[in-house]
């Protein structure tokens, strides 16, 4: 696969898999844009990467769906961020993304399985 190739493939992949990766962290507590960001990247080890040019779109639209809620908060000495927490149908949307992403996950491991291939 051709480097330009392997990228699209990774951004078509992050693309399909953003809105459950956003959803998730915001299940356990509210976070601000840059903290999502930060965590998205710690916790792939730095295979996952979002800029703020793509995480904010995605931020607006899951609000303007009613799947997540944003606020600003003001804190003494820092500028104001806005927070963002998962809805009640959020959190329903995250229960079946999840269950249809695991689903997805399985079927490609079984198909590309050394054995299978």
Known sequence: MS??????FDRELKKGGAELLVLSLLEARPRHGYEVRKLIETRSD????????????LLYRL???????????????????????????????LAAQR???????????????????
């Open 63 to 93: 609000e303007e769906r009613g799947w997540i809620e944003g606020r600003w908060v003001e804190k003494a000495g820092q500028r104001r961020r806005r927070y963002y927490k998962l809805t009640k149908d959020g959190k329903k949307v």
């Open 46 to 57: 730095g295979v996952l990467k979002f800029n703020a040019a793509s995480l904010y779109p």
């Open 99 to 117: 269950t249809i992403w695991q689903s997805f996950v399985a079927a490609i491991n079984r198909v590309t399985e050394l054995e299978n291939a």
């Open 3 to 8: 480097t330009i190739n392997a990228q699209k």
